[in-house]
């Protein structure tokens, strides 16, 4: 339970008078925005719960859901909480409160997660997966017998233990790998700590086809590790500890950006530790020696949880069934690239082109930067990276075209959260052949998704919701615009004209547009202009838009002074929500099985509606403090295929939650619709090829 203080906390949240900032700023009234930003994220965490809860949803799916939301906590506590910790180091007020209100949200949300295991796992079995545990073993010897020796030849010689007591120094622990604490019972007590090795499979299929947790094989064979010490008996308990993952990073780059970051990301290893999960059977003594060692107080987030954690590998579970799965959407021909038998970048020169994956094939992007790679005409190739995949044929193809000659022009951005060793490597990789790589605009983040390509003089441009990424293709919903449009493809190449300098440090005039919306430069600014536009239309005005945060206090103030004016407003906020209900607001959440990826802003129904695209998120950080882009659609067909998949979105009352201030993610219409956006989005995408066929 929270404490008093804690619990009044919440309550003047709840009606709306305090709210943290996005930027970390500390508590304190505010009467435009109602909400913690780190309660809200925890709410968006329930919600992905909620999937896993879903009876409608296959039971593979729904243990993947559970893996997708214990990852989220992970990087909630590594993120969010480290960052609260800092600002109450820092003297920051009020934080100790929420910190509480956020713990005690966190056990209840853990406890939730373990409900639906337990249901989700009983549900398996029923359809013929069984998960075994070492009892299971003890009942079936032909299976002890065959675990035995996969156990010798395959788990046991990459195991560590450490001994740990009084006058042992306490080992180092990873943050995020997962643990053994061991519990010897004899006449003196012995400890050990014994880490579950990462490279080792999380589940093991036996001969008869069931499944088992590695953590349970090397629990029954414990003996077969500690042999050496005399005990009555033994026990392994599982837990692990999530680290500040927060990256300092100081504006002097003498040293070079690479090796300044390699040698921070080192620091990380020891960040503080923010949260303990631990199995609630776990001796009080020996969690205690824990905490201790981890210099962990009561204080802090300690869950007792189940006997597994690290959940995330449920993402990964081995079971092959597909009919306990979501049944399969192939990607959807595309109306124009798919019907077209010509170079993409002659297609592009005729016609603008939008492409929304993972209903359409990401591929196309693929293709195109292959045949830019090779094609004789093609002089020069630029494109950002912020995430790309671990054996990325993106990069493929940008190193292909490097070695056919073409100029190719990458800035890669170091600072992605969690991937930036697999981007020091991907830059290091293209500038070892030969690529121009540049490492956007320190401290700043570049977040913007652009490629270029210059032909015989002409350009071409591909502006993105998304990362070239084509593992999240399949994952993410996004949208790429390909165009020859001058007045984008002029301004996409100032962009990079600006990367390439802000990258040499050279003293910069602020460039400007006037179709692009570029942070920090025009984004803000913008952005409040078309909200007062439809403001001035009072009851004609209408404003949509979709994103994955919402906190930024003065668009928020901006967007309720609109509502306020008469003007219709649909929010579409995936994660993060911080507005006070408003009669002319309706604000939904839509979780289903791709992640809701794209940011897109519509002003206006009529002749004079605007149609943005983005990589966006309305925050302090990335309108002032990121180089971002948002881009207009300017053909009109393309503007009526974006708003009819948001009209789909807003209809929603399968899968969209309604965000008020209670924050209990209330289906929209008590999810009783007969289809979710997603699936409907994916027909009617099926429906334009169609119509293209005959």
């Known amino acids: 339970m929270v404490s008093a203080a804690a619990a009044k906390v919440l309550a003047q949240v709840r009606e709306g008078l305090l709210f943290v900032q996005g930027d970390g700023s500390p508590l304190r009234p505010m009467k ?68 509480e209100i956020i713990a005690d949200k966190a056990r209840d949300l853990d406890e939730r997660s373990q409900a639906a295991y337990t249901d989700i796992v009983s549900a398996l079995e029923a359809e013929g997966v069984k998960i075994l545990d070492d009892q299971d073993i003890r009942d079936h010897a032909e299976i002890a017998e065959w675990l035995h020796d996969y156990f010798r030849t395959n788990v046991l010689p990459s195991l560590v233990p450490v001994i740990v007591g009084k006058k042992i120094p306490f080992p180092q622990l990873t943050d995020g790998a ?23 499979p999380r589940f093991v299929t036996v001969p008869n086809g069931n499944i088992m947790y590695i953590d349970d094989v090397i629990r029954h064979f414990l003996n077969d590790i500690f042999y050496i010490f005399h005990y009555e008996r033994i026990a392994a308990y599982e837990f692990k500890i999530s680290r500040d993952a927060e990256l300092d990073i100081d504006n002097d780059f003498s040293e070079g950006y690479v090796r300044k970051m390699e040698k921070v ?110 094609d004789p005409s093609v002089q020069e190739i630029k494109m950002t990276l912020y995430r790309a995949a671990a054996r990325s044929q993106v990069v493929n193809a940008l190193f292909n ?32 052949q030969g690529v121009n790589v540049v490492y956007g605009v320190p401290p700043m983040k570049t977040h913007g998704k652009l490629l270029l390509i210059q032909r015989e003089g002409s350009l071409y441009a591909g502006l993105s919701t998304g990362n070239f990424n084509e593992v999240t293709g399949r994952l993410y919903v996004d949208s790429l615009l390909l165009t020859a449009d001058k007045r984008l493809t002029n301004e996409v190449a100032t962009v990079f004209q600006f990367l390439d300098e802000a990258s040499r440090m050279r003293t910069l005039t602020p460039p400007k547009f006037k179709h692009l919306l570029v942070s920090p430069f025009n984004s803000r ?30 668009i928020i103030t901006r967007i309720r002074e609109a509502a306020s004016a008469g003007v219709r407003m649909d929010l579409i906020v995936r994660t993060t929500y911080a507005m006070l209900p408003h009669k002319n607001i309706r604000a939904i959440s839509i979780l289903d099985r791709y992640l809701e990826h794209q940011r897109i802003y519509i002003f206006g129904r009529d002749d004079d509606r605007v149609v943005l695209m983005s990589s966006a998120d309305l925050m302090e950080r990335n309108l002032d403090w990121r180089v971002e882009v948002a881009f207009p659609i300017f053909n009109r067909d393309l503007q009526d295929e974006v708003v009819h998949m948001m009209e789909l979105q807003v209809a929603d009352q399968y899968k969209a939650r309604i965000l008020d201030e209670t924050q209990c993610n209330q289906y929209a219409g008590e999810g009783k619709g007969e289809m979710g956006a997603q699936n409907a989005t994916y027909l009617f995408f099926k429906e334009m090829a169609a119509s293209m066929e005959s």
């Open 265 to 374: 990301l080192q620091q990380r290893k020891g960040g503080r530790p923010t949260r303990i999960v631990c199995d609630n059977e776990m001796p009080t003594g020996l969690r205690q020696l824990i905490q201790k060692g981890l210099m962990i107080s009561e204080d802090d987030t300690v869950i007792s949880g189940g006997r597994y954690h690290n959940m995330k590998d449920l993402m990964r579970f081995p079971a092959n069934r597909p009919d306990l799965c979501f049944k399969k959407l192939e990607s959807v021909e595309h109306p124009v690239l798919d019907f077209e038998q010509l170079p993409m970048l002659d297609t592009i020169q005729q016609r603008d082109i939008l492409i929304t994956y993972p209903y359409q094939a990401f591929d196309h992007l693929i293709r195109l930067l292959r045949e830019a790679a090779i």
């Open 32 to 99: 435009n925005v109602y909400q913690i930003r780190e309660v809200s994220t925890l709410s968006f965490n329930e919600r992905v719960l909620q999937e896993a809860e879903d009876g409608r949803n296959p039971l593979l799916e729904r243990l993947k859901f559970l893996g997708i939301f214990s990852s989220n906590m992970d990087e909630f506590f590594k993120v969010r909480v480290a960052s609260m910790h800092r600002r109450i180091e820092l003297g920051k007020k009020g934080m100790i409160e929420v910190l």
């Open 178 to 200: 997962l643990y053994f604490a061991i519990k010897m019972w004899a006449d003196n007590p012995m400890y050990a700590i014994l880490e579950i090795p990462p490279e080792l």
């Open 525 to 554: 600014k913008t952005i409040m202009k078309l909200l007062a536009r439809e403001m001035a239309k009072k009851k004609k005005g209408y404003v949509l838009i979709k994103v994955n945060h919402l906190t930024d206090e003065k």
């Open 401 to 432: 075209a490097a070695r056919n000659g073409k100029k190719v022009f990458v800035s890669i951005e170091l600072q992605a959260r969690f991937d930036e060793r697999n981007n020091i490597k991907i830059a290091e990789f293209l500038a070892e």
